[in-house]
């Protein structure tokens, strides 16, 4: 890979960045464009929660698989539904799929 | 007000990044890029997904072009967290330009994690800056030693995240628009991962905040941003 590509990828990831929190984020004002920023998170977090929990790398290209990930999460989920602090929750999902793992 | 627990949050976030920046160090390495050029990735592109994809690409044989495209691709949701997060982030236009660098899946995730609107600053900051140093110090560890610690993946650590991240949402979660847009979020992500290039299904789960609004109307004010905190910045 070259310097040229990389400083092309660097410019690109920065400028989305920029792009966000200069640009659009400054311009759209009023009620709709505040709900849906406050909406975003949630959605995208949720969005990259599935990736994370669902997708594989394949030979084929990426799909879905239930695995001892999912385990985990599910264990996290049920830790923050508890009412478990962050640390607590981050432990019990990497503790359950771990030993999911390790039993498998 | 006690200290808010962010910053020990952010740490602990900070160690588990380096496990997958130690593991992004010898990849790259190992898929061709200099010790210096790996280095460079992760200070000047920082945004963890984008780096793997493209060495991976370079890696398998793929040309530069795939590589920057697919980095980019996975790059462009940290545009949209920038949009949420813009009227939290004070302080002048060389300071926010800065700050920009730092918004990823972590650090908005520590931010939004926050009761109090007014610490969603501090938790992008903290979270950003902790990430931030742990990647490319991991990184750097990575790249010259040429071998990591171990597979991460044998401790949990890829489940840790999911989880982490479903933790610091939860404040979202409390409000009818917050549960639908991180429902039909997950849904859209999932049903997109076999169908679309890696990165698109996370842009298209922005669509659930869409949803969200017009399906059940907007979140409460509490977490709709006052106006812009502009007194008493640097």
Redesign the interface.
Same mark, same amino acid.
């Given at each position: 890979?070259?310097?040229?590509?990389?400083?092309?990828?660097?410019a690109?990831?920065?400028g989305?960045?920029?792009?966000?929190?200069?640009g659009?984020?400054?311009l759209?004002t009023g009620?709709?464009a505040?709900?849906?920023?406050?909406?975003?998170?949630?959605?995208?977090?949720?969005?990259?929660?599935?990736?994370?929990?669902?997708?594989i790398d394949t030979e084929e290209?990426?799909?879905?698989a239930i695995d001892? /990930?999912l385990?985990?999460?599910a264990?996290?989920?049920i830790?923050?539904w508890r009412g478990?602090?962050?640390?607590g929750?981050?432990?019990?999902?990497?503790?359950?799929?771990?030993?999911v /793992?390790a039993l498998g | 007000m006690s200290r808010p627990?962010y910053i020990?949050?952010s740490v602990?976030?900070g160690i588990?990044v380096g496990f997958f920046g130690m593991g992004f160090g010898v990849l790259s390495v190992s898929?061709?890029?200099s010790v210096a050029?790996t280095c460079?990735?992760s200070l000047?592109?920082?945004?963890g997904a984008?780096q793997f994809a493209?060495?991976s690409v370079?890696g398998s044989g793929g040309d530069?072009?795939s590589?920057?495209g697919s980095?980019?691709l996975l790059?462009?949701?940290?545009?949209?967290?920038?949009?949420?997060?813009?009227?939290h982030?004070t302080g002048s236009?060389l300071r926010?330009?800065a700050?920009?660098?730092l918004?990823i899946?972590e650090s908005?995730?520590m931010g939004?994690?926050q009761e109090d609107p007014a610490d969603i600053e501090g938790g992008v900051l903290a979270g950003g800056i902790s990430v931030f140093l742990f990647w490319n110090l991991a990184t750097l560890i990575g790249a010259v030693a040429g071998s990591s610690i171990g597979d991460p993946?044998?401790?949990?650590?890829?489940?840790?995240?999911?989880?982490?991240?479903?933790?610091?949402?939860?404040p979202?979660?409390r409000h009818r628009?917050?549960q639908v847009?991180?429902?039909?979020?997950?849904?859209?992500?999932?049903v997109a991962?076999?169908l679309t290039?890696?990165g698109l299904?996370?842009l298209?789960?922005?669509?659930?905040?869409?949803i969200?609004?017009l399906i059940v109307?907007?979140?409460p004010a509490q977490?709709?941003?006052q106006p812009n905190p502009e007194v008493g910045a640097e």
């Open positions: 890979m070259s310097w040229g590509a990389i400083a092309l990828l660097a690109g990831a920065y989305f960045k920029l792009a966000g929190v200069m659009l984020g400054r759209l009620t709709w505040t709900a849906i920023g406050a909406l975003l998170p949630p959605a995208l977090l949720f969005g990259l929660v599935a990736v994370q929990t669902l997708a290209g990426v799909r879905l001892a /990930r385990a985990g999460v264990a996290g989920a830790a923050v478990i602090p962050f640390v929750v981050v432990v019990t999902a990497a503790v359950v799929t771990g030993g /793992r | 627990s020990r949050d602990i976030m588990a898929s061709g890029l050029q460079a990735m000047l592109v920082f945004t984008s493209a060495v370079i530069p072009i590589a920057v980095g980019l790059a462009a949701r940290n545009g949209l967290y920038g949009i949420s997060l813009a009227r982030l236009w926010r330009s700050v920009a660098q918004v899946d908005t995730a939004m994690g993946n044998v401790f949990g650590l890829d489940a840790a995240f999911p989880a982490g991240f479903i933790s610091l949402a939860a979202a979660l628009p917050g847009a991180a429902a039909t979020g997950a849904i859209i992500g999932t991962i076999p290039p890696p299904p996370i298209l789960s922005a669509l659930g905040a869409v969200a609004l109307g907007p979140p977490l709709s941003p």
